[in-house]
């Protein structure tokens, strides 16, 4: 049975603060890349990443086929 989680405030505050960071710092390289349109907005971030996480997933999948793997190893954590 899940359980809920609380989170104190600045645990809260901290969190959401690290998570902007981030999408701010890959946005930046994704406009650096070209990878995004001018002016790009929320859903155009999320777009390209969705499409970036399917290339590295496909080169990923194809990686491991090239070499054999089996089916199993599909799932297997990257780290």
Do not use: Y
């Not at 809260?12 to 001018?38: D, F, W, Y």
């Not at 790009?40 to 969705?50: K, M, P, S």
């Amino acid at each position: 049975m899940l359980r809920e989680v609380t989170m104190k405030p600045l645990e809260t505050h901290l969190e959401l603060s690290c998570h902007q960071a981030l999408l701010s710092r890959i946005k930046e390289v994704m406009n650096r890349e070209g990878l995004l349109p001018p002016h790009a907005g929320r859903d155009d971030v999320r777009a390209a990443l969705l499409a970036w996480f399917d290339f590295v997933e496909n080169e990923r999948l194809g990686h491991l086929h090239d070499k054999g793997a089996n089916c199993e190893d599909v799932d297997t954590p990257w780290h």
